[in-house]
């Protein structure tokens, strides 16, 4: 079975060092600060299905699971939306608040706040919401959707992925390495669409997003294996065989459509 490995906190204390900088340049094609399988693209994508048609600096965004920050940042600066990055690293947290004060965004900020509780925000405060390859990290699916619901205001969007939707055959050895780099619960799609509703949610879209994991998943091995002897004195030895391990199964099991990554958007009605 495979041990656990740090991603987040060596990640993001090693953030703005140019090495990591080069290797999201050749994962992602354009460097935002992201660390999840997302590109540019993608995002922007995902972005407009919140479907804000005006006003945009009025509207209120959450974005669960932000990290360090960077793809909130990009956000706030391209589309001038009031956003709000939670998350439970407060390495990450540090990062995403100096960098939105180096870029003096007062339209972003940045909360400690754990998704697996009831969020200190009030009933109807946000008008979308998203959240990013993160949604396999939280305990109770359902409890996280509900809240969702209780936040959004009326008519208001969520958009979420989960990358980790058992879509063939895996074994535990490889379900292990998967899930190397912190707590991961796998839940089957119907189950996903069940507590949608169950939420009060109405359902508008589910779709197979698998292409972009393939693809980040290769580019982020190869990117970090052309520089090994750099990583190595970065992060150890141990580490970086560890997510590169981890990075190699993602690759595999994407590939081979054994593990899929899956975008819902989401209405409360």
């Not at 060092?17 to 540019?40: K, P």
Request: glycine share 6%; charged share 25%.
């Amino acid at each position: 079975m495979s041990s656990q490995v740090d991603l987040y906190n060596s990640t993001y204390g090693n953030f703005e060092n140019d090495i990591m900088a080069e290797i999201r340049c050749e994962t992602y094609g354009q460097d935002i600060g992201q660390n999840s399988w997302i590109t540019v693209e993608e995002y922007d994508q995902f972005y407009s299905w919140l479907n804000f048609s005006s006003d945009m600096n009025k509207k209120q965004v959450l974005e669960v699971a932000s990290g360090s920050g960077g793809p909130t940042l990009y956000l706030a600066e391209k589309y001038k939306c009031q956003i709000t990055g939670i998350d439970i690293n407060e390495q990450g947290l540090n990062r995403a608040q100096q960098t939105a004060h180096d870029l003096k965004l007062s339209n972003a900020s940045f909360k400690f706040t754990d998704m697996n509780k009831q969020v200190p925000f009030n009933d109807n405060s946000f008008d979308g919401i998203l959240c990013m390859d993160s949604m396999n990290h939280f305990v109770d699916r359902l409890h996280v959707l509900r809240e969702w619901y209780r936040i959004l205001k009326p008519k208001g969007r969520v958009v979420f992925t989960d990358p980790v939707v058992i879509t063939g055959s895996v074994s535990n050895r490889e379900l292990a390495l998967r899930s190397s780099i912190g707590f991961f619960i796998f839940v089957p799609l119907s189950d996903t669409k069940d507590f949608i509703n169950k939420a009060g949610f109405k359902l508008h879209l589910c779709q197979d997003v698998t292409g972009n994991i393939e693809l980040t998943s290769s580019r982020w091995y190869k990117a970090r294996q052309s520089r090994c002897d750099q990583l190595i004195k970065i992060e150890g030895e141990e580490r970086f065989n560890g997510l590169q391990n981890f990075a190699k199964t993602v690759h595999h099991l994407t590939s081979e459509r054994r593990l899929s990554r899956f975008v819902f958007l989401a209405e409360k009605e």
